[in-house]
């Protein structure tokens, strides 16, 4: 909410070029014995003449001021929103341990960029689907951020079967969307394997995608050759499990990704690293802006009537400073 101000009928205050009319008419007019004969004979300086002019002067001002009928009110605004809804499809397979995204591995990065990506889109809905060798909705849609945060930071690896089932991720994306009313759907499918798990092949699941009108953006994530990932493994001697790191050779599908984008009108893309994957998100977001249309409201409040006590006040006051012999009343 805001404040404003304005004049209800300024047409009056034209009137107001008189004011300088009656100084130049005042000061040029014939001086002499007269003037000095309105003076006290106790008078310390001329200028007392000039006090019942100026205070008159002053009232008329304030008189035109009020005619002019200045209005003091607040004015707030009501956004409509058509909203995008948003969900984003998230691998946690084992493969986003590795070690290529610093500062830590892919799926940490990935977290942080998403986090900043949610923050931007204030306006609109967002839910998280996470798979790997299965897949879960962590978040339906929503507009809780906070709620949002905490569910993408408690993203852990192996918390699903092991595996890349990415039919089946973009499947359960896209059921959270199927009863959406929002102009726009929109799916943001991070992965960085080869699909090789689900009972939903990638090919039934973008037909699904396609015909409930969502559009899906793929986004490979990796750097081309070998790569060391933390695998857990027990230790043939002791018995006990721990992390090794080994040296891997992820691959991503860039085919599929790029097929399952154009089929249903979205884009692929591919990061190689925190900068390139905070571009992309950065790109996704300009590509699904949200129009936000705003309805302004104004409520006034008349404030002429202290203008009009005030120009009475400086009426009087020529009368007040005669009996105090200040000066005289012409």
Do not use: C
């Amino acid at each position: 909410m805001s404040p404003l101000s304005r004049f209800h009928d300024p047409a009056w205050l034209w009137l107001l070029f008189l004011i300088p009319l009656l100084i130049w008419w005042r000061w040029h007019r014939g001086t002499g014995a007269l003037r000095v004969s309105r003076l006290p004979d106790s008078a310390g300086g001329a200028w007392r003449l000039h006090v019942p002019f100026a205070v008159r002067g002053l009232a008329f001002a304030l008189l035109v001021l009020a005619l002019a009928r200045p209005q003091l009110g607040y004015s707030w605004d009501e956004s409509l929103t058509k909203g995008i809804d948003i969900q984003i499809a998230l691998d946690i397979s084992g493969s986003m341990a590795a070690e290529d995204f610093q500062p830590k591995n892919r799926l940490e990065v990935a977290k942080r960029v998403v986090n900043d990506f949610i923050d931007r889109r204030p306006a609109d809905r967002i839910g998280l689907t996470i798979f790997s060798g299965a897949a879960m909705t962590r978040s339906p849609l929503t507009t809780d951020r906070r709620m949002l945060h905490f569910l993408v930071d408690t993203i852990e690896l192996d918390s699903l079967p092991d595996g890349t089932a990415i039919g089946l991720g973009l499947a359960n994306a896209t059921a959270r969307l199927k009863d959406s009313s929002a102009k726009s759907k929109v799916i943001v499918l991070v992965t960085d394997g080869v699909n090789n798990a689900g009972a939903i092949d990638p090919a039934s699941a973008t037909a699904i995608a396609k015909g409930l009108a969502v559009k899906v953006y793929t986004v490979g994530v990796g750097t081309t050759g070998r790569v060391y990932v933390p695998l857990p493994m027990q230790d043939p001697r002791t018995g006990r499990r721990e992390v090794r790191r080994v040296l891997m050779d992820v691959e991503v599908d860039e085919e599929l990704l790029r097929q399952i984008a154009e089929r249903t009108g979205g884009r692929f893309f591919k990061a190689s690293n925190e900068t390139a994957l905070r571009e992309i998100f950065a790109e996704i977001d300009q590509l699904e802006k949200t129009e936000i249309a705003t309805k302004t409201y104004v409520r006034y409040e008349e404030a002429f009537q202290p203008l009009v006590w005030g120009a009475l006040a400086l009426l009087l006051l020529p009368l007040l400073i005669s009996t105090l012999n200040l000066t005289v009343e012409p």
